[in-house]
């Protein structure tokens, strides 16, 4: 009966010292990244509506930089062609809360047209 002996990565160390946020991520690239359901993120460490990793989401940063101040908590950024990974500004629509937004859904759903 033999004993077989396990090989030991020389970067043992390094996978050790990895974490799940940030710039240490095996998943960091650049500084962009999705989230949820296809949500394109940014790495903002600064930006004070930044998630716990640090990213916040493209089409609010496209709207931020289009009006040339920070989104608050409860305005939302709606996507017109509703590609949730198209953050060109004409695509972009801006509701003042999720109220308005929800009941901008109701009437277009009541109109038949397309979002």
Same mark, same amino acid.
């Given at each position: ?12 160390? *390094? ?10 991520? *095996? &998943? ?12 394109? &993120? ?14 916040? *989401?493209?089409h609010r940063l496209v709207?931020?930089?289009y009006l040339g101040r ?29 109220? &308005? ?11 038949? &047209?397309?979002?």
């Amino acid at each position: 009966m033999s004993i077989k002996s396990k090989r030991i990565s020389p970067f043992w160390y *390094l996978k050790k010292k990895q974490t799940k946020h940030g710039l240490r991520s *095996l &998943a960091y690239k650049i500084g962009i990244t999705t989230m949820g359901k296809g949500y394109v &993120a940014i790495f903002s460490p600064k930006h004070p509506f930044r998630h716990k990793a640090g990213y916040v *989401l493209e089409h609010r940063l496209v709207m931020e930089k289009y009006l040339g101040r920070y989104l608050t908590k409860k305005e939302v950024v709606h996507h017109i062609n509703e590609i949730i990974s198209d953050n060109r500004i004409e695509n972009l629509m801006l509701f003042n809360s999720s109220k &308005a937004h929800i009941s901008y859904h109701k009437s277009l759903s009541k109109s038949g &047209a397309p979002c």
